[in-house]
């Protein structure tokens, strides 16, 4: 039994219909640049009310195609099992992810945003304004990603000339 | 009905034991500095391994005790009415909160962390790391915030001299 519940308050309209289609490692390669849309339910359209001038939102949706009974997992690319916790994978037990995103409109209860990831029809779980004060870390360091990126860098072939 | 389940999977352990207790308005003031400890659920922990050198993680948590019906509303020190998703307010459709927290120790299923706001013994949802790449957005602006900030400046008396 659940310890609570959640409600759906819209839709993530994306390019993307199959999993092997989203952007991937996106934290690495700023690959999910697309313009996707933001339907929210007519209900929830008033919450939108000030956010004239807020240039990035948080997006937290919901991945309802995921497996919640993972505590470690293989990512796709390294080959190595992390805990889930270790990884920003959807595959959790409360699959909640979570995008920044930059705004480019508001009207009639949709968003047109860039900076997501998931697959059309994802469904919607909360819109919260980005503070660069508080949710801005930028020397935050994810140890075995750096560790990774040194390795990497070490093995490539030494630069011509 | 809901739409999806949550579960809980640990517990955030604050000095905080009133609401009224609770750091205010931490995306202006830094005010969330005290250190407190997240404890996971046996069966999650092994979802920590990996998490070695890592210096900053998001923390999903259930704000449990806040209303969910509130699509405009005031906040405490602002006076005018806006919509639910231009604040941080814990009063949400999902009241799901998240805090970039800095990490000072990991060890036997607890996180020691700086950077929380919530009650004690508010429930866990999630941790993942903290990815500068995506997650820093340091030029990001919440229009109502940036206003008031500008109202402020004008009102405040000149420096002396």
């Not at 008033?46 to 993972?70: Q, S, V």
């Not at 919260?128 to 390795?151: I, L, Q």
């Amino acid at each position: 039994m659940p310890d609570a519940g959640l409600y759906f308050i819209g839709r993530i309209r994306t390019p993307w219909t199959h999993r092997s289609d989203c952007p991937k490692n996106s934290h690495q390669a700023h690959e999910a640049q697309a313009v996707c849309n933001v339907e929210i339910d007519h209900a929830f359209q008033p919450a939108l009310a000030g956010l004239e001038g807020t240039t990035h939102l948080w997006l937290l949706y919901f991945m309802d195609r995921a497996p919640r009974n993972l505590v470690v997992q293989v990512p796709r690319r390294y080959g190595e099992g992390r805990g889930t916790f270790a990884l920003r994978s959807p595959a959790r037990p409360n699959p909640i992810a979570m995008s920044a995103v930059r705004v480019l409109d508001i009207a009639e209860g949709r968003l047109t945003v860039i900076g997501v990831d998931c697959l059309d029809g994802t469904p919607l779980l909360d819109i919260k304004p980005y503070f660069a004060s508080t949710d801005c870390h930028p020397d935050a360091v994810v140890g075995w990603h750096r560790a990774r990126t040194e390795e990497a860098a070490e093995e490539a072939p030494p630069a011509p000339g």
